[in-house]
């Protein structure tokens, strides 16, 4: 992040990530959420229209899924309908998953150091497993997110979300490198001051987790696009991210400042030395 892209550069870094527990509200940072007041109107499940009917036993709803009785809308509730249900058993996965990667991970120590160095501080305690709900609007689109970060709770890990340990390992990186990033400048998280704060901390994030690596892109997201795979991927995480704050008017805008803070941010590699993952 170097000048003037950069947030806040030079600013004090002796802040501290809190230890409060209280994280489960942290997803106002988060790569992928979007605040409610930004959406389209939430689409609620009619049982008549969508074939799902959460009255009736998970077998029956489930069979009727694979008859083509429930319609794509019914299967979204459907899978939201599970997720409660599930909620305890996908948290303590999740926890069993974070503490793993807090003690094993060679990428989730390194950044937990270097946070430690600014005087911050990340542990089971600030790095929280909740469930996440997911929205399907009216437009037909489906917002899920994986993780959040918030300087006043930490870490916000998405239990119905991550899919395997792999995967989670890329979350936590990626919210590691928001903390480090707040810890060692100014951060303008909703964009109040200059949205361009927050595109570079997306562009890093998503460099920098593992989340855009050949792998992930290709068998998870189905992209198997070589050339320009991995820019395309940061760039497009990072556009997202930005529409999703309350100061970005569309899409328009976030290309633009995405744009304006990419061959500086895209650049910044710290504190790794290199793209690790």
């Known amino acids: 992040m170097a000048p003037p892209q950069s947030p806040g550069a ?52 489930y069979f009727k899924i694979l008859a083509g009785q429930v319609t794509p809308e019914g299967q979204f509730h459907y899978r939201e309908w599970r997720t409660t249900a599930n909620e ?7 926890e069993d998953w974070r503490d793993f990667a807090l003690q094993h991970s060679p990428t989730v120590r390194f950044l937990r150091e270097k946070i430690e160095a600014l005087n911050g501080r990340l542990d089971k305690d600030n790095v929280i497993c909740r469930r996440c709900p997911a929205r399907l609007t009216e437009d037909g689109e489906v917002h899920r997110q994986s993780g959040g970060f918030s300087p006043d709770h930490g870490i916000l890990i998405c239990a119905n979300e991550v899919r395997d340990r792999t995967h989670l390992e890329d979350t ?58 991995f820019q395309d991927c940061v760039r497009t995480r990072a556009v997202i991210s930005v529409m999703a704050r309350p100061r970005c008017k569309d899409d328009v805008q976030a290309v633009k400042v995405v744009n304006q803070v990419w061959d500086s941010c ?12």
């Not at 909703?190 to 068998?219: F, N, Q």
């Open 10 to 61: 030079g600013a004090v870094s002796e802040a501290a990530l809190p230890s409060s527990s209280s994280a489960a509200t942290a997803s106002t940072s988060t790569a992928t959420a979007l605040p409610t007041n930004y959406l389209p109107p939430i689409v609620k499940n009619d049982p008549a229209r969508t074939g799902f009917d959460p009255q009736t036993k998970w077998w029956v709803n």
């Open 172 to 229: 936590m990186a990626h919210e590691m490198v928001h903390a480090w990033d707040h810890l060692r400048w100014k951060m303008d998280w909703t964009g109040d001051k200059d949205l361009k704060h927050a595109a570079c901390t997306e562009i890093r994030a998503s460099m920098l987790s593992g989340e855009c690596r050949w792998a992930r892109e290709s068998i998870t997201r189905g992209n198997w696009t070589l050339t320009q795979q």
């Open 88 to 94: 305890a058993a996908d948290c303590k996965r999740c």
């Open 266 to 277: 895209f650049s910044d590699t710290r504190p790794f030395d290199e793209v690790y993952r």
